[in-house]
């Protein structure tokens, strides 16, 4: 970049600046998506190190996992909720990513996810998918893979039935939801293999566990999860 487009990039950055997708304040040279206090100081769980954090405990009794994991909380009304707002209904699929990146980072110091094969995001009806234009979770699941050595898998966890909204839905109406929503379309290319299933925010977990509950079926298969962000 020579000094007359510097100038020019600077002047429009000033004019129109980028702003912090979590706090909204203006970004600086090198920032990108969130501000450097912002990307160091977001409320993390630090649930890497914890094999009996809370997320994990949401399965306990209800089937086999080998580890689960939310990279943040989510308060609302905090940085998270307008951080996930951006990034779900604001098309910042690239907070999906870096999100992705930044936990990938973190799972990869512990020994149960290095040997995940496949990282599958759950998956979104096609008709909700036409609506949105992209899979949060697959964004998520792209930035993560990579960092654990591990190829997204799209294609095999399948989602069969339209859903109503789980927002303002009791955990066993959650439940009830999800039942027969989810197949496993080649159980034969997870067989024996260790598997990351991953979405943007875990709340009851009903979603998770109608997924997870399928995928178990596959025969030898591993069951691990991570989410971007943990509803408290």
Same mark, same amino acid.
């Given at each position: 970049?020579?000094?007359?487009?510097?100038? &020019?990039?600077?002047?429009? $950055?000033? &004019?129109?600046? *980028? /702003?912090?997708?979590?706090?909204?304040?203006?970004? =600086?040279?090198?920032? @990108?998506?969130?501000?450097?206090?912002?990307?160091?100081?977001?409320?993390?769980?630090?649930?890497?190190?914890?094999?009996?954090?809370? =997320?994990?405990?949401?399965?306990?009794?209800?089937?086999?996992?080998?580890?689960?994991?939310?990279?943040?909380?989510?308060? @609302?009304?905090? @940085?998270?909720?307008?951080?996930?707002?951006?990034?779900? !209904?604001?098309?910042?699929?690239?907070?999906?990513?870096?999100?992705?990146?930044?936990?990938?980072?973190?799972?990869?110091?512990?020994? =149960?996810?290095?040997?995940?094969? !496949?990282?599958?995001?759950?998956?979104?009806?096609?008709?909700? &998918?036409?609506?949105?234009?992209?899979?949060?979770? $697959?964004?998520?699941?792209?930035? /993560?893979?990579?960092?654990? +050595?591990?190829?997204?898998? *799209?294609?095999?966890? /399948?989602?069969?039935?339209?859903?109503?909204?789980?927002?303002?839905?009791?955990?066993?109406?959650?439940?009830?939801?999800?039942?027969?929503?989810?197949?496993?379309?080649?159980?034969? $290319?997870?067989?024996?293999?260790?598997?990351?299933?991953?979405?943007?925010?875990?709340?009851? +977990?009903?979603?998770?566990?109608?997924?997870?509950?399928? /995928?178990?079926?596959?025969? +030898? &298969? @591993?069951?691990?999860? $991570?989410?971007?962000? !943990?509803?408290?």
């Amino acid at each position: 970049m020579n000094l007359q487009t510097s100038y &020019l990039a600077d002047f429009i $950055a000033l &004019l129109f600046p *980028e /702003l912090c997708q979590a706090c909204n304040e203006s970004l =600086v040279a090198g920032e @990108k998506l969130l501000c450097t206090d912002c990307r160091y100081n977001l409320p993390y769980t630090d649930f890497h190190l914890k094999d009996d954090n809370i =997320v994990a405990q949401q399965f306990w009794g209800k089937m086999s996992v080998e580890s689960a994991y939310a990279l943040c909380y989510f308060n @609302k009304g905090g @940085k998270m909720q307008h951080l996930m707002h951006q990034f779900k !209904y604001k098309g910042m699929r690239k907070i999906g990513n870096l999100m992705g990146n930044i936990a990938g980072d973190r799972l990869a110091l512990n020994p =149960v996810y290095r040997d995940v094969d !496949y990282v599958i995001p759950v998956p979104l009806h096609k008709s909700r &998918l036409r609506k949105r234009g992209y899979n949060q979770a $697959a964004c998520f699941a792209e930035g /993560l893979a990579p960092k654990l +050595g591990a190829e997204v898998m *799209e294609d095999n966890l /399948l989602r069969v039935r339209a859903t109503e909204t789980q927002t303002h839905r009791s955990r066993f109406s959650r439940f009830e939801n999800m039942q027969q929503v989810f197949i496993v379309n080649d159980p034969a $290319a997870l067989a024996n293999k260790h598997v990351l299933l991953v979405d943007d925010v875990i709340t009851t +977990g009903s979603t998770l566990e109608a997924c997870g509950t399928e /995928l178990l079926k596959v025969e +030898g &298969l @591993k069951l691990s999860i $991570a989410t971007i962000a !943990y509803a408290v």
